[in-house]
């Protein structure tokens, strides 16, 4: 009869694959992400995995401690607050009216956000400028 020798079973682990991005923290709505805010956890299907996509970006929603960031979760920054009195520019076949305008909604740089004329009180949507103005052009104007 053989003999059956000991076997012993040996078992190399990696290092952990931790490739996505997660909240250190709970991050509320409309917070500014940070560096700090900022982990890497497992493998998540659909999450970011750059924290350069995430920094700088405000959430839209409640993301809690641990949770994957997507990119659906985040827009860019608010540079307008809803109530915010802004400069209003019109542009129409080259004529540009300037006048002064109340924010409707919050928007970050590029979105469109109803305004409304101070002088007319009429509301309008326009585009979101970087220096926090609103612009209103027909389209491929």
């Keep these: 009869m053989r003999a059956l020798l000991p076997f012993v079973l040996l078992i190399i682990a990696g290092?952990?694959?931790a490739d996505t991005l997660v909240a250190?923290?709970?991050l509320r709505g409309q917070t500014v992400i940070e560096e700090m805010?900022?982990?890497y956890g497992p493998d998540q299907p659909g999450a970011l995995r750059d924290a350069s996509q995430a920094v700088?970006?405000?959430t839209r929603v409640n993301?809690?401690?641990g949770r994957p960031i997507r990119a659906s979760d985040l827009q860019p920054a608010a540079v307008v607050a809803r109530n915010q009195i802004v400069p209003l520019n019109y542009i129409y076949s080259g004529i540009a009216i300037a006048t002064e305008a109340r924010a409707l909604e919050r928007g970050g740089v590029g979105a469109r956000i109803r305004v409304m004329n101070l002088e007319s009180r009429n509301t309008v949507t326009g585009t979101v400028m970087p220096d926090?103005?609103?612009t209103v052009a027909p389209r491929g104007n």
């Design 15 to 17: 290092p952990a694959v």
């Design 132 to 134: 926090g103005s609103v």
């Design 24 to 26: 250190a923290r709970t």
């Design 63 to 65: 993301i809690y401690e």
């Design 37 to 39: 805010d900022l982990a």
């Design 56 to 58: 700088g970006m405000e």
